[in-house]
C-alpha cells in the first residue's frame, strides 16, 4: 500500500502528477466551470423550445447510465416528491411502455452511441414523444434527432471519460427551467460555473496538501474503507457519483447510505464487526491497525426538508439522523470527513453547494488515482 508521506509527496510534485495522468483526468476537472459555460452555450443553440413549446408534459423519461443516469438522479432529487411531472430513469434500450406523445424523452450519453441510445430515440419517434439528445457531435443519435426534427446537444469531443457530469446535467437542469419545473435562478449556468471554478482554484495541483482541501480528503481515504452518509435525497445523488468515481478511478470500494431511510444500515455498519475493537483507546498508534479502517464521509445538504417521506423509522429528519449516525461514529472512534465542508457556505444556494461537493469529491478520487498511480497501471 502507498503510504501516506509518500503519497503526500506525489501529490505536491505537479510533474509527477502530469506524469501519472495520460489522459488528463486534473485539467478535465478544473476545467468543470468551463464545461457548464459550454455546454449552456450549445444547449440554447439547440433550440429546446421545439419541445418546450407545447407547455408542461405527463412525464419527463430519461434514457441514461452511468454519469448521465447521476445527472438524471440529481434533476428528479431537486424536483422533490412535489414535482407537477413525474421523472423516471431507464437504462435502456427500451423506452418504458406508457411512454406517449404526451411526454418527453431525454436521451443523455457521452458518446451518443450503441443500442441504449439509439433504440430509445427511433423509438420515441414513433410513438410521437417529444425527444432531445445529448451526445458527441458525429454521433448516431444526434442522426436519430435529426430526422425527428429533434433538438440536440453535442458534447465537444475534448471531454474526458468520467469528467462529462456537467455536459449531461446543464441541458436537463435548462430544459426543467424551460419547461417551468424549478424556480427560475435556481439552474442558473453562471452561478454553477462560478461555484466551480472557486473549487478548481481551491483544490488545483498547485495548491499543497495542507491547504487543498481535495488532497486532504484523498490522502485520509487513502488507507480508508468509506462509508459515506448522505443528508437528503439531493445528497444522496451525489453519494452515488462518489461511490461510482472512487471504484472506477481509484479502485476503491464505497458503500452510500441516503439519509433518513438509511440511517438504521449505516450506524450498523459504523458499529459492526469492522469498527475498531480498541474503540477505548482514542490516541492508539492507528498505523498499526491492520488493513483498511472504516471512515465515514458525510454530505451535508441543509435544504433536504423536514422529513423523508421514504422513511419508515425514526429519525424521519434527515438532519437529526446524520446527528445520530454522527454519533455512532464517535462513539466507535471512527474517524469522520466532512465533504466540501470548507469556507463560507452560506455565500451559496443549494444547487452550486452541489456543484462545490461533486467538484470536490472529483479532485479527490483523481488524486487518489494518481496518487495510488492507477491511471498508469490501467493504460499499460
Known amino acids: 500500500m502507498t503510504t501516506p508521506e509518500f503519497a503526500e509527496e506525489v501529490l505536491d510534485d505537479p510533474e509527477l502528477l502530469r506524469a501519472r495522468d495520460p489522459r488528463g483526468l486534473l485539467p478535465a476537472v478544473a476545467g468543470a466551470g468551463a464545461q457548464v459555460r459550454e455546454t449552456a452555450r450549445l444547449t440554447a443553440e439547440a433550440g429546446l423550445a421545439r419541445v418546450t413549446e407545447g407547455g408542461r408534459p405527463r412525464g419527463l423519461v430519461i434514457v441514461a447510465r452511468r454519469e448521465g443516469a447521476v445527472a438524471a438522479s440529481v434533476l428528479r432529487a431537486l424536483l422533490g416528491h412535489s414535482s407537477p411531472v413525474t421523472v423516471d430513469v431507464v437504462p435502456g434500450p427500451t423506452l418504458p411502455v406508457w411512454t406517449g406523445p404526451s411526454d418527453i424523452a431525454v436521451v443523455a450519453t457521452r458518446t451518443g452511441a450503441g ?63 424551460e419547461l417551468g419545473l424549478l424556480p427560475p435562478g435556481t439552474a ?139 454519533r455512532t461514529a464517535a462513539t466507535h472512534n471512527i474517524p469522520v470527513s466532512g465533504l466540501a465542508e470548507h469556507g463560507e457556505l452560506g455565500r451559496f444556494a443549494r444547487l452550486p453547494r452541489l456543484a462545490r461537493q461533486l467538484a470536490v469529491a472529483d479532485f479527490s478520487a483523481v488524486y487518489l488515482a494518481l496518487a495510488l498511480d492507477n491511471e498508469r497501471a490501467l493504460g499499460s
Request: aromatic share 4%; hydrophobic share 45%.
Open 188 to 326: 442558473d449556468p453562471e452561478s454553477i460555473a462560478a461555484a466551480l471554478d472557486e473549487v478548481a482554484m481551491e483544490c488545483g495541483p498547485a495548491q499543497e496538501s495542507f491547504v487543498n482541501p481535495a488532497k486532504t480528503l484523498a490522502l485520509e481515504l487513502l488507507d480508508a474503507l468509506p462509508v459515506i452518509a448522505a443528508e437528503g435525497p439531493l445528497a444522496g445523488a451525489a453519494a452515488t457519483r462518489i461511490v461510482d468515481q472512487l471504484a472506477t478511478l481509484a479502485g476503491l470500494p464505497a458503500t452510500g447510505f441516503r439519509l433518513p431511510d438509511q440511517w438504521v444500515a449505516a450506524c450498523s455498519v459504523l458499529g459492526g464487526p469492522l469498527a475498531p475493537r480498541d474503540a477505548d483507546d482514542f490516541f492508539r498508534d492507528r498505523a498499526d491497525d491492520p488493513g483498511r479502517r472504516l471512515r465515514l464521509l458525510t454530505i451535508r445538504d441543509t435544504d433536504a426538508g423536514g422529513h423523508d417521506d421514504a422513511g419508515e423509522r425514526e429519525p424521519r429528519s434527515a438532519a437529526a439522523a446524520m446527528d445520530q449516525v454522527l
Open 115 to 177: 443500442a441504449y441510445a439509439v433504440g430509445p430515440a427511433y423509438e420515441a419517434a414513433r410513438r410521437g414523444v417529444s425527444l432531445v439528445g445529448i451526445g458527441a457531435d458525429d454521433a448516431p443519435l444526434r442522426a436519430a434527432c435529426s430526422s425527428a426534427r429533434a433538438p440536440y446537444v453535442a458534447v465537444p469531443a475534448s471531454r474526458v471519460r468520467h469528467t462529462t457530469l456537467w455536459s449531461l446535467l446543464t441541458p436537463l437542469l435548462l430544459l426543467a427551467g
